[in-house]
């Protein structure tokens, strides 16, 4: 007896021939409510989209993004090693906007053209104010016409005065729909903003971005920042730690003083599910068992040490040399393990961040598949990769190639499409 055709969804959508976890030749239906309905080969209805053999992947999530700095990025003059040298350079592009308009530099560090305070600054720009934003994020550099302009005074050294700055200098345009196309086109479906301080009325600014958005502060986890300056005692920190519970915590560390406090704080505070360590810049190795009985999870930048390389060689004392930004080490140890971008503060790429990662030649080096991996987890969970089940979002990113051909490569150009909830968001 023959079949009647199944109806199916009006708003559903079909994928057709995928590769999904290795198999080849694979189906995906997605509902209306933007969850995979089914998955399996030649599946009934027409296709609407061919996936021509590439693989069908879980999207990106960066886990440790700082957006609007990012936005903002493209209204900013780069002035990093990588992009100017010296004063000379340095004062070039500091000029290269309209007379008396705000200038807002990003990226400095001392080495294209040493210590910067209002003095220096007044030696390369006076007609206009500058403000310079070192590559940690820690610090400004304003000129004398920029203090002038926002009512302050001093050195023009302004550390960690952020929401300060906000209020003083005017607005910058930020780029956020150019910044939501550029990640899809990289197959991202999901970011975590890592301000420790989130901006008032911040989710509501996101909302034009097409990816699913955690923030930290108003989502768990909630960003703890340290500065060895101020860092607190263990104690003190394990009861601002319990001030927070049940909330999960994300703990910026990046020096090994960093991490220790946090250390015995947690001890102290008792851990909970998903406490993460941010950065983990500097691990020493007697403490990567601690980090695992901790059940921690560590979202690192494993593309630092090859972006920063000469400077990390230059400035980090020797003692830590070895123990920067670990991965391989941390993964063998049973140690949970995600990566984020950090941008601006790094590239912006997650497939730049995954070449660092496998092709990183201090012994810290992971596989293809790892790296992947980093960006794969949930936003809850970073280390615990999402998988494509009947049931689960469909957040996918779909890839010109096969799975075997995009580990080979790890690049963007791989990437097709990506789609939130069903919907493609790559234009």
């Known amino acids: 007896m023959r079949r009647s055709p199944r109806r199916l969804p009006d708003a559903a959508v079909l994928i057709r021939n995928v590769e999904v976890e290795g198999r080849a030749g694979t189906d995906l239906r997605i509902g209306p409510d933007g969850r995979i309905r089914e998955i399996g080969p030649r599946l009934p209805g027409e296709a609407h989209v061919d996936g021509r053999g590439g693989a069908l992947l879980p999207g990106l999530h960066d886990h440790h993004v700082h957006l609007t700095a990012l936005a903002a990025d493209a209204a900013s003059v780069r002035v990093g090693p990588a992009d100017v040298r010296g004063r000379e ?41 500058v403000r310079v934003q070192h590559r940690s994020g820690a610090m400004w550099f304003l000129n004398t016409a920029a203090l002038r302009a926002a009512g302050l005074g001093g050195d023009g050294r302004l550390w960690r005065q952020d929401e300060r700055l906000r209020r003083l200098v005017p607005p910058v345009r930020l780029e956020l729909e150019r910044l939501g196309r550029r990640a899809a086109r990289r197959g991202v479906t999901g970011f975590t903003n890592a301000d420790p301080r989130p901006a008032p009325g911040l989710r509501r600014t996101l909302s034009v971005l097409p990816q699913r958005l955690t923030v930290m502060g108003l989502d768990s986890p909630v960003k703890i920042l340290l ?56 691990i020493p190795v007697e403490t990567v ?15 630092f040490p090859v972006e920063r390389g000469r400077e990390y060689a230059a400035e980090v004392h020797p003692d830590d040399r070895a123990h920067l930004y670990r991965c391989r080490s941390l993964a063998e140890a049973g140690v949970a393990l995600a990566a984020g971008t950090d941008a601006p503060f790094g590239t912006d790429d997650p497939w730049a961040v995954m070449r660092a990662a496998a092709t990183r030649e201090d012994g810290e080096s992971v596989t293809p598949e790892a790296a992947l991996r980093f ?19 469909a ?31 790559t234009s």
């Open 289 to 303: 068992s601690w980090i695992r009985r901790l059940g921690l999870t560590v979202v690192t930048q494993p593309h």
């Open 89 to 129: 350079g340095l004062g070039a592009a500091l000029r290269s906007g309209p007379p008396g308009q705000w200038v807002r530099a990003t990226g400095y560090h001392e080495s294209v053209a040493g210590d910067l305070d209002r003095w220096v600054l007044d030696t390369l720009v006076t007609d206009r104010p």
């Open 375 to 393: 960006f794969l987890g949930r936003p809850e969970r970073p280390s615990v990769p999402r998988r494509l089940t009947v049931g689960a979002p």
């Open 395 to 425: 957040d996918l990113c779909l890839l010109h190639v096969p799975l075997r051909e995009a580990l080979d490569a790890l690049s963007a150009e791989t990437v097709r499409a990506a789609y939130v909830a069903g919907r493609p968001i």
């Open 227 to 282: 500065d060895d300056a101020t860092l607190p005692a263990p104690h003190d920190l394990a009861v601002r730690i319990g001030t927070v519970r049940p909330r999960r915590v994300a703990v910026h560390c990046v020096t090994r003083v960093q991490l220790l406090v946090t250390l015995l704080a947690l001890e102290e505070a008792g851990p909970v599910e998903g406490d993460r360590v941010e950065h983990g810049a500097v």
